[in-house]
């Protein structure tokens, strides 16, 4: 199947975000497309082990989960926006569970509960540990039932909007900016197509490919941000990247996560004397929020001089196997057997907390385009994200945001804009990929050494020198080349590095994610960070 050249809504991304927004829009009778980078059920959303965060047992109250969440936000969750999202938790719990999610359940039949860092109670809903997949799998089915056209292989290059247009000469009614349409690569034919929409939502996931180790999957570059900053919109928060704790150390590199589920269940981080370690830095030693954890690896490691730490599964009560039979496989195909010795972590980029700024519908500054998931930033996780409240964040937002799209749809005016072409640069794809790999590999290393767990204002000022320089090279290069591929995405995580660190460096204080050796303290008021659009 082709693409048509118009639709009502055009969705980027086929993670969780964009395959539940698009079931909701096409049950209500609206054309939509899904256009993602590369396979339909590669993204973030098909890697996340430990689950999704709801009140669903008697034990348990919303108050609980706000409050755990605020607790691990520090000081920066917009307290209205948690209330609103967690509300729904257990209603969008069953969505999921009607489309045929079948989550774990314990032997009388109870919904087992896991739980991770930052909670107070277990309510960590999982499918073992491979939530992402079973989820995004029944999504995957509802979609294609339902007839919402999915294309692989398409990748956003930039929106087409008002304002762009006119500029170029092209006349369009009325005065305000919005969205008219996007330019995609086409990655079969290798050409730039143009699609017309009134509405784009952006649900690209994260940026974890901005740094040299992550857990996040190739696709993660941040390209939804980049867009939007692209199209003359901020990005807020951005400082505050969330570092895995635990994964796993290899000699190559390739960090696998190890679900903090299996900290919940007993595991314990150990030094190389095989004491724990966690007790020193907060009461609730292995299960205190993610960035006191990370720091305390990071410290450990730093005091020891050693690359990793160890991560004690075999003295937990449990059949690790069955319970984690993802990270069992994982581990033993790296030549770890969990059950039988400790595995060695560090710490990874995971997760973005900020992101585009969004209303509870979705919605963004910039007329017919929204945005939902990790790409989006909404006050729910303040500084700090309580672990698996993102997957609900999703499901939640996406069932707002999509009504608030039908009656954008319905009460636009029809405009027929003669949308124009992409324009190409004149040369052939060069042969100096080596350029390229060199800038990126220079990127993620420079964003690992000094934008990281612990920063300072003369690391975040070295780091911003070097990415403008590489933003100068690859401007250049993009230009005077054809696109392709790895060249898009290159150009998206450099200005999505930029953006981080701009962020960063406006922060002058601790908290949450963001620590600084300059600054250690909490300011007096929580604020967030805005920065402006970066034409990259
Ligand atoms: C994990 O399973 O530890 C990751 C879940 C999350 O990041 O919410």
């Not at 996931?205 to 857990?215: D, K, P, V, W």
Request: proline share 4%; hydrophobic share 40%; with cysteine.
């Amino acid at each position: 199947m082709k693409p048509e050249s118009e639709y009502d809504l055009v969705i980027v991304g086929s993670g969780i975000a964009g395959l539940s927004f698009a079931l909701n829009v096409a049950k209500a009778g609206y054309r939509v497309a899904i256009f993602t980078k590369k396979d339909k059920a590669e993204s973030n959303t098909n890697y996340a082990q430990g689950g999704i965060a709801a009140v669903t047992s008697a034990g348990d109250d919303l108050d609980k989960h706000v409050e755990d969440t605020l607790e691990a936000g520090d000081g920066l969750c917009d307290p209205k926006v948690v209330r609103e999202i967690l509300k729904e938790g257990p209603d969008r719990i069953q969505d999921l569970v009607n489309l045929g999610v079948s989550f774990s359940s314990l032997d009388d039949g109870r919904i087992s509960l896991g739980k991770e860092g930052g909670h107070s109670k277990r309510r960590v809903l999982h499918v073992k540990d491979v939530t992402g997949k079973a989820i995004e799998d029944a999504l995957l089915e509802a979609i294609a039932k339902q007839g919402v056209h999915l294309f692989e292989h398409y990748f956003a290059i930039d929106l087409i909007t008002a304002k762009k247009v006119r500029k170029l000469g092209v006349e369009v009614e009325g005065e305000d900016d919005r969205v008219l349409g996007l330019y995609f690569y086409d990655g079969v034919d290798k050409q730039v197509k143009t699609i017309a929409t009134p509405a784009v939502l952006l649900a690209t996931g994260g940026a974890g490919q901005t740094y040299l180790y992550t857990t996040n999957p190739s696709i993660a570059t941040g390209d939804g941000i980049a867009i939007a900053s692209r199209a003359g919109l901020e990005s807020m928060n951005l400082e505050f990247i969330q570092f895995h704790p635990t994964t796993f150390h290899s000699q190559k590199g390739d960090r696998f996560l190890i679900t903090e589920a299996v900290r919940g269940e007993g595991a314990k981080l150990i030094d190389g004397e095989g004491r724990a370690f966690l007790k020193k830095y907060h009461p609730l030693a292995d299960l205190a929020p993610r960035d006191v954890v990370a720091r305390a690896i990071d410290r450990e490691m730093k005091r020891t001089g050693a690359p990793f730490v160890h991560l004690d599964t075999v003295s937990m009560d449990i059949d690790f196997a069955d319970r984690f039979p993802n990270v069992y496989k994982n581990c033993l195909d790296r030549g770890v057997d969990p059950s039988k010795e400790p595995v060695p972590v560090v710490p990874a980029a995971h997760y973005s907390c900020g992101g585009i700024p969004t209303q509870l519908d979705c919605s963004t500054k910039l007329k017919g385009l929204y945005a939902c998931g990790e790409v989006a930033c909404t006050g729910l996780h303040g500084a700090n994200r309580l672990a698996s409240n993102s997957l609900l964040e999703a499901v939640v937002l996406a069932h707002r945001g999509s009504k608030a799209v039908c009656t954008f749809i319905e009460g636009r005016k029809e405009n027929s804009v003669e949308l124009p072409e992409w324009i190409d640069g004149d040369a052939q794809v060069s042969d100096e990929r080596v350029v390229l790999s060199h800038n990126l590999d220079e990127l993620k290393r420079t964003m690992w050494d000094y934008v990281g767990i612990v920063r300072s204002t003369k690391r975040l000022e070295r780091a911003q020198t070097r990415i403008r320089n590489l933003r100068r090279e690859i401007n250049e290069y993009h230009w005077n080349t054809k696109v392709d591929l790895p060249l898009l995405e290159a150009r998206n995580l450099i200005c999505v590095a930029e953006l981080i660190v701009r962020s960063a460096l406006q922060r002058k204080e601790s908290r949450g994610l963001h620590y600084t050796l300059d600054y250690p303290d909490l300011a007096q008021k929580p604020e967030n960070v805005m920065v402006g659009p970066l034409i990259c």
